[in-house]
Structure formats: C-alpha cells, structure tokens
Nanobody
C-alpha cells in the first residue's frame, strides 16, 4: 500500500494538530496501521497503533490522553489527533501499515519491524 502523511506544521505548545495519512493501492481495511515519529538526533519511536476496524488502539505512554488515533476505512485514511502538544512532540511523523504480522490485540505493534509499508513523513514542530 502507498501511504502519504500530511497535516504537519508549526504550532505553539498547548495547541492541537491533526495528521492524516492517505492510503492507496490495496484495501485499507486489510491493514493494521501505526504512527511513529523521529525527533532530531533520536531513533524513530512508536506513537500509536489501531486495529483493522478501529476497535482497538494502543499508545506510547507519553502520548496517552493527549493523542487519539483513528481511521476511516471508507476514505482510506488514518488520523492522529494531537492535543496539548509539547516541544518534545516535535518530530517527523510517519504512518505505517502492517498486513499480516500484528495480531488483533495489537501486541507487537510498537515494533517497526512489524510494518510492511511506510509513508515519507510529515514534520511537526512545537514551539515553547
């Protein structure tokens, strides 16, 4: 599947931003989807994942309660609603798709190696 993330930008601390990831090439509902991010000088890290039908989600601890992952299978689109943004959230955000290796309970969805396809990323900068 081809992925294209969008919606990044420059915001101030405390503000909100919503990222989108448009998918094409294969039925979107076949995939478990995830968001990852890479801050300058750091390794890429897991942010959130969502099951095929959106019924199960999983978050990295530092974004729990602030970020919400969702999907619209009719529109082949993944979302990441980010509230109460902090400077530490500044990073390039990537969406990723997993076709077969992650179980429905999303165990292992925090590992990059479980994902098959990646988008090019969108930059989020949060100023203090």
């Amino acid at each position: 599947v081809q992925l294209q993330a969008s919606g990044g930008g420059l915001v101030q601390a405390g503000e909100s931003l919503t990222l989108s990831c448009a998918a094409s090439g294969r039925p979107f509902s076949d995939y478990i989807m995830g968001w990852f991010r890479r801050a300058p000088g750091k390794e890429r890290e897991f942010v959130a994942a969502i099951s095929w039908n959106g019924g199960t989600t999983y978050y990295e601890d530092s974004v729990k309660g602030r970020f919400t992952i969702s999907r619209d299978n009719a529109k082949d689109t993944l979302y990441l609603q980010m509230n109460s943004l902090k400077p530490d959230d500044s990073a390039v955000y990537y969406c990723a798709a997993s076709i077969a290796t992650i179980p429905p309970d999303l165990r292992g969805s925090n590992y990059e190696s479980e994902y098959d396809d990646w988008g090019p990323g969108t930059l989020v900068t949060v100023s203090s």
